[in-house]
């Protein structure tokens, strides 16, 4: 049997986003891609760990998101570098307010999650968000010990 392909649903995740950034607005967008690439993320093979969208020339950029090259292509296949800058695609309303949105200071634009929708067009959550600093993160870490002894104190008292 070959690989499972995914048709719909998350094919990366930004895991350490909300731990690092403070999320403050969430948008989606369309990423222009290669069919190579589109097989690529089909089969899964993507991450977008370290990645961020960047302003440039009238639209957003996904930059430093890896999306593996695809193994069975044949033909006329030209290789594509797999950190290359992909343009998201976005209304024009939508890119001057999150651009307005991002020149204010300490804020920047994080990809949260790839995956494709339900009529298999693949997509990208965006998300303006500030970075926090240790304590900040110290405390999330507080409170979510604090949600698991929780849990552990109400579960046990049933």
Known sequence: MGKTLITTGSVA???KARFNYMI??????????????VKSLRAGHATINESYASYEEGAFYLINAHIMEYGAAKGGFVPQS??????LLLHTKE???????????????IPLELYFNSRGVAKVKLAVAVGKNHADKREDIKKREWDIEKRRILSRSY
């Open 13 to 15: 995740t930004n895991r």
């Open 24 to 37: 403050q607005d969430t948008y989606e967008a369309g990423i222009m891609l290669t069919g190579g690439e």
């Open 82 to 87: 797999a950190t290359r800058p992909r343009k």
């Open 95 to 109: 890119i001057n307010k999150i651009r307005g949105l991002i020149e204010q200071k300490g804020k920047t634009l």
